[in-house]
C-alpha cells in the first residue's frame, strides 16, 4: 500500500521548495540559501545549535540521511514520540546502536520499526558510514511504500525515476553510488505517483 499522507506532504514540500531550487542540481555549496529557507521552515538543522551552519559540503552519512528523511516527510514527530524502549527494542538488532548519535537514535529506531531500513550487515546499521544515492533512493522507495527487494537495490535510483521521484539524469549519476553531501539532499526529486 503506498502512503497517500505521506506522498501528499512530499508532493507539497517538494513543490513548494522547488520553486526555490536553482538549476542544476548537485553544485556543492550551491544550495546555502534554500538549506537557510528548510532551516526557518524546521526541515534542515545544520550542525550548531546556536547560529545556522548548514555545513553543505560534509558527507551525508546513513543516520544523518535517515533524520532528513523523516523531517522531509513529515515523520520526525512519531519518530520523536517513541519511548526509550521502543527505542531501544528497534535497535536491538544493531549490535553497533551504541554508535548512533543521541539526536539521531529516534529517527533510525523508526526507520528500523517500519521497514525503511536495513542493515549493512544482519546484525549492524553503521550509522556513520556514508550515504550513496542507491540507499536514499530506496529509503524514499520504502518511505512511499515500494517494496524494494534486495536484488533492486542497485537500480533504485531507477526505480524511483520510474515512477516519477526523480529526473532519469540524476537517477543516472546516483546509479555510480558515490558518497552524497549534504548539499545533495537538495536536489530536484519529486513525488512518485503511480
Given at each position: 500500500m503506498k502512503h497517500s499522507v505521506s506522498k501528499l506532504f512530499f508532493g507539497l514540500f517538494l513543490s513548494a521548495s522547488l520553486v526555490l531550487l536553482p538549476i542544476p542540481c548537485f553544485a556543492e555549496n550551491n544550495y546555502t540559501q534554500q538549506a537557510q529557507q528548510l532551516h526557518d521552515l524546521g526541515l534542515y538543522s545544520g550542525i550548531s545549535t546556536d547560529t545556522f551552519d548548514p555545513d553543505l559540503s560534509s558527507a551525508l552519512n546513513r543516520e544523518t540521511g535517515i533524520v532528513m528523511l523523516l523531517r522531509l516527510?513529515?515523520?520526525?514527530?512519531?519518530?520523536?514520540?517513541?519511548?526509550?524502549?521502543?527505542?531501544?527494542?528497534?535497535?536491538?538488532?544493531?549490535?553497533?546502536?551504541?554508535?548512533?548519535?543521541?539526536?539521531?537514535?529516534?529517527?533510525?529506531?523508526?526507520?528500523?520499526?517500519?521497514?525503511?531500513?536495513?542493515?549493512?550487515?544482519?546484525?549492524?546499521?553503521?550509522?556513520?558510514?556514508?550515504?550513496?544515492?542507491?540507499?536514499?533512493?530506496?529509503?524514499?522507495?520504502?518511505?512511499?511504500?515500494?517494496?524494494?527487494?534486495?536484488?533492486d537495490y542497485p537500480n533504485s535510483p531507477l526505480l524511483l525515476a520510474e515512477n516519477g521521484g526523480l529526473a532519469p539524469s540524476e537517477a543516472n549519476r546516483l546509479l555510480s553510488g558515490n558518497p552524497l553531501i549534504k548539499d545533495d539532499m537538495e536536489t530536484n526529486w519529486s513525488l512518485p505517483m503511480k
Open positions: 516527510f513529515g515523520l520526525e514527530g512519531a519518530a520523536n514520540a517513541m519511548t526509550e524502549s521502543e527505542v531501544n527494542e528497534a535497535l536491538s538488532r544493531f549490535s553497533d546502536a551504541g554508535s548512533i548519535s543521541s539526536w539521531a537514535k529516534q529517527a533510525v529506531a523508526y526507520a528500523a520499526a517500519n521497514g525503511l531500513i536495513a542493515g549493512t550487515t544482519t546484525t549492524t546499521f553503521s550509522p556513520k558510514n556514508s550515504l550513496n544515492g542507491k540507499a536514499y533512493c530506496t529509503l524514499i522507495l520504502r518511505q512511499l511504500g515500494y517494496e524494494v527487494l534486495p536484488q
